[in-house]
Nanobody, 122 residues
């Protein structure tokens, strides 16, 4: 089992950047593929980015491709989401999640953090 805690959210102006972190407990972090999802008010939770166990393979939603970068440091049990060129459409609660399966569907992920709010002002 793994526990996840996100940090790094906040208020940023359009065009700005934020870096989210997700710290995982336990000694088996490298056994999990990791993902970032987000949920805006009144909308369903949606996939943002994913990264394989080793970090060698990544995937992104079309809406963030070229602006967001997911990475991980298995020695620090942490996954990151670097977000650049933020716009109002990126405003949401951002969640990190862990899976043995990998993929972009929420039902593929069995472990979730509590979320961190990102608000982009226009």
């Amino acid at each position: 089992q793994v526990q996840l805690v996100e940090s790094g959210g906040g208020l940023v102006q359009a065009g700005g950047s934020l870096r989210l972190s997700c710290a995982a407990s336990g000694r088996t972090f490298s056994s999990y593929a990791m993902g970032w999802f987000r949920q805006a008010p009144g909308k369903e939770r949606e996939f943002v980015a994913r990264i394989s166990r080793s970090g060698g393979n990544t995937g992104y939603a079309d809406s963030v491709k070229g602006r967001f970068t997911i990475s991980r440091d298995n020695a620090k049990n942490t996954v990151y989401l670097q977000m650049n060129s933020l716009n109002a459409g990126d405003t949401a609660v951002y969640y990190c999640a862990a899976t043995f399966l990998g993929g972009s569907r929420t039902d593929e992920y069995g472990y979730w953090g509590q979320g961190t709010q990102v608000t982009v002002s226009s």
